[in-house]
């Protein structure tokens, strides 16, 4: 099976910086529309940023200017800086092998005040 493992989740206080990675069973090339989303409690799924071949990249709007998506020959990232309250939930990495849509497992992001 063709899987994604997000990695670097955790507690931080608002204002403060993670990095998110996400790791493919398969080679990261192989894998197309590469992007994190996230989840809040109580919250739809939403998109946050995806990630081109040559690491051009798009962000939501509540995101945009703090967060950084790149990618590199093993994996892709989700830098997140300035984190605000509103930023906290379960981050996803997914992108299209082929015809299928893969997921990563998730990985929790807490922001505190």
């Known amino acids: 099976q063709v899987r994604l493992v997000e990695s670097g989740g955790g507690l931080v206080q608002a204002g403060g910086s993670l990095r998110l990675s996400c790791a493919a069973s398969r080679n990261i090339h192989s894998i197309n529309n590469l992007a994190w989303y996230r989840q809040a409690p109580g919250k739809e799924r939403e998109w946050v940023a995806g990630v081109g071949l040559r690491n051009s990249a798009d962000y939501a709007d509540s995101v945009k200017g703090r967060f950084a998506i790149s990618r590199d020959n093993a994996r892709v990232y989700l830098q997140m800086n300035s984190l605000k309250l509103e930023d906290k939930g379960v981050y996803y990495c997914?992108?299209?092998?082929?015809?299928?849509?893969?997921w990563g497992q998730g990985t929790q992001v807490t922001v505190s005040s």
């Open positions: 997914t992108g299209k092998y082929g015809t299928i849509t893969i």
